[in-house]
């Protein structure tokens, strides 16, 4: 089991940034590729980013390059998504994600073992 706790959301305003943080707890971090979805009001969860288990690639939807970056600290055991540049379309509950895979379609949910609860990104025009 690997359980996950993020951390970080709030109220920003459009243009302003924010960290997200996802803590890993339970087995080893550097098995694990760990991604970042969102899903807003009324809409279905959809992928934002993942970086793979070495750290050496990440992708990221289109809604979010050059925007937003994901990163990870193994002696944190600990992922990031640093988030600048919001605009109220980021609006959304933030989710962190754990995939036992070396290469996938990151973009689909399915291939993730673990999530975290989730926490709420509100960007106000």
């Known amino acids: 089991q690997v359980q996950l706790v993020e951390s970080g959301g709030g109220l920003v305003q459009a243009g302003g940034s924010l960290r997200l943080s996802c803590a890993a707890s339970?087995?080893?971090?550097?098995?694990?590729?760990m991604g970042w979805f969102r899903q807003a009001p009324g809409k279905e969860r959809e992928f934002v980013a993942v970086?793979?288990?070495?750290?050496?690639?990440?992708y990221y939807a289109d809604s979010v390059k050059g925007r937003f970056t994901i990163f990870r600290a193994y002696a944190e055991n600990t992922v990031y998504l640093q988030m600048n540049n919001l605009k109220p379309e980021d609006t959304a509950v933030y989710y962190c994600?754990?995939?036992?895979?070396?290469?996938?379609?990151?973009?689909?949910?399915?291939?993730?073992?673990?999530w975290g609860q989730g926490t709420q990104v509100t960007v106000s025009s």
């Open positions: 994600a754990a995939a036992d895979r070396l290469t996938a379609v990151w973009g689909n949910e399915a291939i993730y073992d673990y």
């Open positions: 339970g087995r080893t971090f550097s098995n694990y590729a």
């Open positions: 970086v793979t288990r070495s750290g050496r690639n990440t």
